[in-house]
C-alpha cells in the first residue's frame, strides 16, 4: 500500500458527510482482473463527473502487466456521494476473453468494489493544549527544584499529554513540549491510518465471485443493458402458471 496522504484524512474532510473512499481491488486475482480494474476505475471516474461528484484517485498500485492496476483508492466529494457509492460498492463482473492469454478459456471475471472508512484524523490546534507548570525531578542539583520550570502539555481532545523538563527556561520547555505533543500526534494519526491500511489489505481476500451490481461485456467494457421491459420476468410467470 501506498504511503500516508493527509489530503484523504484531513479535518475539513471529517466535517463533510457527502465524502466517501472507496477500494477497488483485484482481490489478487490474475492479469485480468488487474486489467479490469483498470477499466473499472475509468467508468467510476467518467460516471462521478456526470453526476457532477468531485473524484481524486488518492492511490493506485500498478498491475504487472502495462495499463493494468492492482488496487486504487478513490475519493469521492458531492451532494450524492453516498448514492452514488452505493450504487458501485460490492462485486464487478467482466465477461470476455482473457486479453493477456489467448487459447485461455475462463471468461468471466470478477473484481471487488469496497467503502473505506474514513480515519478519525486528530488536527493539532495549540489552542487544544493544556499547559501545567511543574517542578523538574531530572538531575541538575538544588537549582532545578527551585521554580517550577518543568511543563506538561495536554492534549484536551485526546488526553494525549508530554512533559518536557530538558531547560531551566520554562519557556523553552513551553516549547519542547509543544513539539514533543504534535509530534505524538502525528504517530497516533499514522497508527491509526497503518490499521485502516491493513483493513484494505484485507478486502483482497473478500471478493465475492458471484452476486454482481454491476456486469460489463467484451473489450471495450460495455456495461450490460439492464431489461427494464419485464417481458422476461413476465413470460416466466406465465409458463409456471402453465405448469401448475
Same mark, same amino acid.
Given at each position: 500500500?501506498?504511503?500516508?496522504?493527509?489530503?484523504?484524512?484531513?479535518?475539513?474532510?471529517?466535517?463533510?458527510?457527502?465524502?466517501?473512499?472507496?477500494?477497488?481491488?483485484?482481490? /489478487?486475482?490474475?492479469?485480468?482482473?488487474?486489467? @479490469?480494474?483498470?477499466? =473499472?476505475?475509468?467508468? =467510476?471516474?467518467?460516471?462521478?463527473?456526470?453526476?457532477?461528484?468531485?473524484?481524486? @484517485? =488518492?492511490?493506485?498500485?500498478?498491475?504487472?502487466?502495462?495499463?493494468?492496476?492492482?488496487?486504487?483508492? +478513490?475519493?469521492?466529494?458531492?451532494?450524492?456521494?453516498?448514492?452514488?457509492?452505493?450504487?458501485? =460498492?460490492?462485486?464487478?463482473?467482466? +465477461?470476455?476473453?482473457?486479453?493477456?492469454?489467448?487459447?485461455?478459456?475462463?471468461?468471466?471475471?470478477?473484481?471487488?468494489?469496497?467503502?473505506?472508512?474514513?480515519?478519525? $484524523?486528530?488536527?493539532?490546534?495549540?489552542?487544544? @493544549?493544556?499547559?501545567?507548570?511543574?517542578?523538574?525531578?531530572?538531575?541538575?542539583?538544588?537549582?532545578?527544584?527551585?521554580?517550577?520550570?518543568?511543563?506538561?502539555?495536554?492534549?484536551?481532545?485526546?488526553?494525549?499529554?508530554?512533559?518536557?523538563? $530538558?531547560?531551566?527556561?520554562?519557556?523553552?520547555?513551553?516549547?519542547?513540549?509543544?513539539?514533543?505533543?504534535?509530534?505524538?500526534?502525528?504517530?497516533?494519526?499514522?497508527?491509526?491510518?497503518?490499521?485502516?491500511?491493513?483493513?484494505?489489505?484485507?478486502?483482497?481476500?473478500?471478493?465475492? /465471485?458471484?452476486?454482481?451490481?454491476?456486469?460489463?461485456?467484451?473489450? !471495450?467494457?460495455?456495461?450490460?443493458?439492464? $431489461?427494464?421491459?419485464?417481458?422476461?420476468?413476465?413470460?416466466?410467470?406465465?409458463?409456471? !402458471?402453465?405448469?401448475?
Amino acid at each position: 500500500m501506498g504511503h500516508y496522504n493527509k489530503h484523504i484524512f484531513s479535518e475539513e474532510a471529517h466535517n463533510n458527510q457527502a465524502l466517501k473512499i472507496i477500494q477497488i481491488t483485484s482481490g /489478487r486475482g490474475p492479469a485480468e482482473c488487474t486489467w @479490469v480494474v483498470a477499466q =473499472v476505475v475509468k467508468k =467510476v471516474l467518467e460516471e462521478a463527473h456526470e453526476k457532477q461528484l468531485k473524484a481524486t @484517485v =488518492v492511490q493506485r498500485e500498478a498491475g504487472q502487466e502495462n495499463g493494468t492496476v492492482e488496487t486504487a483508492i +478513490i475519493q469521492l466529494e458531492g451532494k450524492n456521494a453516498n448514492t452514488f457509492v452505493a450504487s458501485w =460498492v460490492g462485486t464487478i463482473q467482466w +465477461i470476455g476473453k482473457s486479453t493477456f492469454r489467448k487459447f485461455h478459456q475462463r471468461k468471466n471475471w470478477f473484481v471487488g468494489i469496497f467503502e473505506i472508512e474514513q480515519s478519525k $484524523d486528530t488536527a493539532f490546534h495549540e489552542k487544544d @493544549v493544556q499547559y501545567q507548570a511543574m517542578r523538574s525531578s531530572g538531575a541538575g542539583g538544588q537549582h532545578v527544584n527551585k521554580v517550577s520550570s518543568a511543563i506538561r502539555a495536554t492534549h484536551v481532545p485526546t488526553g494525549i499529554a508530554v512533559v518536557a523538563m $530538558d531547560s531551566r527556561s520554562q519557556h523553552q520547555n513551553k516549547k519542547l513540549a509543544t513539539e514533543r505533543l504534535k509530534q505524538k500526534i502525528e504517530e497516533n494519526n499514522w497508527n491509526q491510518f497503518k490499521n485502516q491500511e491493513q483493513n484494505a489489505w484485507s478486502n483482497q481476500m473478500q471478493i465475492e /465471485r458471484g452476486n454482481p451490481v454491476r456486469v460489463f461485456e467484451g473489450s !471495450d467494457f460495455k456495461k450490460q443493458k439492464e $431489461d427494464k421491459s419485464y417481458k422476461k420476468e413476465r413470460l416466466k410467470l406465465k409458463r409456471q !402458471d402453465y405448469n401448475e
